[in-house]
């Protein structure tokens, strides 16, 4: 027992000493991003900067995560909360597998010691040639765990996404589960535990799915089948299955992942009730229309149609550019009839069996070909060590290799069934996509180091094989990338900086004009009521989004580009694309005939407009 507990903090102080270097590193050569404007705009909302007050109604993860981060704010409003607990969920993911790999190493050291009779491998007194080799191990496997946040992982370590997070957070949770200690490792039993054990053992995966549940839901809920092989696998290696024992310990993690994930959704439920229950319509059918159906508002073929259900041309000029927030005709009953024509006309018009076919070939490409690289070669690997550990089965226990052979197949159904739903839903961004390979990837590492009986040098040899390549060709592209977000971002700092100067103006942004746009990860930055927002976007007509109006003296959004309480920003590279006309329609719609007149540019890349109305009445 002290032995354990010594190693048990030995292990715990490597990993962290690794993950603590690689941390070093990646600051030293590359800035921390937030990926996407969403995850900004996140920080936005429970920091204060985007109603003043710190929300934990940031629609996207459950409320009780956000009011937590928010809280933290209304604390110390400068330090980087949501940043900072982005980062230590990546890199505490990585940590608590490090830890786990050396606890698994000091269990093959064990089983060595075991077989051969042999105490050196863990003498700790005399010349501690024990104590190095076993700690050399260890080094080994958190090496090769670091080249593959490098070489694998990098662009997601630099560029955080929360959606990516979550699916670290649910791939961490299924790798940790299946190597529990006191579970089969390398092809043999470490003993049974006892319910209380087995819960206490299973609790850091349940709280990382938990933690994975608060902050992006429908990717853990996407993910979940992964986590929920993994206990089916465990469950069925500990005999007799249907042991009431078993029973208790199985049936008593499913009730505490249950009552998770239902108290987390009633409390979501509660803090979005009123008016947030309206908006939450409002932008589901916005995602729907938007993420599913674009093609409703971007092909002209549908104008007519939308025309009969009310929609003016002017409005579905605004739905089309995404700056809808101008429209105050634009609300969640407008939406709601969008969206149900779309999925009747559109969806229900589609030849799902062609559809299937298409995305049938589709799934098969990606799996094998180079677009999905290298994250396709990991899936890959951990596919073929389990075929080869299953053909080294055979030699010695067919009903073993019978099982290990069933759950590959398992997996591989499983797998199968989530991508087509992926692909045949139509979106398939990197966000998605990327995190279901690294949890199937934790899932297949899991189950072969539960059966192994040899060849840990050569998997370790390939894979580390991957990363370099990886590297390789990865850290150029990520260089690049960062270059690009350096330079949106001087552009954003001198938008933000130009509105805080003219404090009596609010500046409404055309949305495709800040898609690039991406702060620091973990930049201290002073959150007051910002007076500017962008004209669309996933929080627009929300209570927040009038609360922040409602700050500045506006009602309608229009009205006040019209009096001259807010003007509007539009880069110059949209403008050349688009032009200014569009804006005037809508105006035109209501009887006030009114055009645009540039007066002031924002580093070059950016103008700024006013709203001149020439006649007319009705606003």
Known sequence: ?????????????????????????????????????????????????????????????????????ALCYRIRGSFPWYGSFLFLCQFGCFFLVGVRMCTLTDVLHARIQTRTGDDG???????????????????LCLLVLVFFQWGIWLIHMVNVQYTITCGM??????????????????????GTLSVKAFLTGSLPSLLLFLLAFQLRSEMALLTLPFLGLAG????????????????????????????????????????????????????NDRTTVYDFYPEVLTEE??????????????????????????????????????????????????????????KLLLYRYRSFHGSDAPYNLLVILGYGINIISIVILLRRDRVSCFAAAVQLALIFLVRSGLWMF????????????????????????????????????????????????????GAPAVSADQAVR???????????????????????????????????LLESRENILANYDIAGGWMCKSPLYQEKLAAFDIDVASEALAEGKADFIMSREEESLRGLSWIEVPFAENGVSVYLEKYDEINENYSVYRVIPLSGSGQ
Not at 487 to 500: L, P
């Open 232 to 283: 089916l696998f465990c469950w069925w290696a500990d005999r007799p299955v249907f042991e009431k024992k078993n029973l208790c310990k199985y049936g008593g993690l499913l009730l505490l992942l249950l009552a998770g994930m239902g108290i987390s959704i009633g409390a979501d439920s509660l803090a979005y009730g009123g008016e947030w229950k309206t908006f939450r319509q409002f932008f």
């Open 486 to 520: 350096l330079e949106a971002g001087r552009d954003w700092e001198a938008i933000d900086a130009y509105c805080r100067a003219h404090p009596d103006i609010f500046y409404f942004e055309d949305v495709y004009s800040t898609v690039a746009f991406s702060g620091k």
């Open 1 to 69: 027992m002290e032995r354990d507990k010594r190693q048990g903090y030995e292990n715990c102080i490597l990993a962290f000493a690794v993950m603590a270097v690689s941390a070093f590193l990646m600051s030293f050569f590359f800035d921390f991003y937030f990926d996407m404007n969403d995850d900004t705009m996140m920080r936005d909302i429970m920091s204060g900067v985007y109603s003043g007050t710190p929300d934990g109604h940031n629609m996207q993860t459950l409320y009780p995560l956000g009011a937590l981060i």
């Open 422 to 473: 992926v692909l045949m839903r139509g979106r398939d961004p990197e966000r998605i996509t990327h995190p279901l390979y690294l949890v199937e990837f934790c899932l297949l590492a899991g189950v072969f180091l539960r059966h192994l009986r040899r060849g840990m040098y050569s998997v370790g040899t390939a894979l580390l094989l991957i990363c370099l390549w990886g590297l390789w060709k």
């Open 121 to 139: 491998a863990w003498n700790t007194a005399g010349d501690g040639s024990g104590m190095r080799l076993r700690i050399a191990g260890k080094l």
């Open 301 to 358: 073929r549908f104008d007519a149609e939308l025309e009969e259900l009310g929609i003016s041309t002017g409005s579905q000029i605004l739905l089309d550019n995404y700056n809808f927030g101008l429209d105050e005709r634009i609300d969640t009953r407008m939406l709601s009839n969008v969206a149900a024509y779309a999925r009747e006309h559109v969806g229900g018009g589609r030849d799902w069996g062609a559809v299937f076919k298409e």
């Open 169 to 190: 957070l649910v791939g961490a949770a299924v790798f940790l589960f299946l190597t529990m200690p006191g579970g089969t490792f390398f092809g043999k039993a470490s």
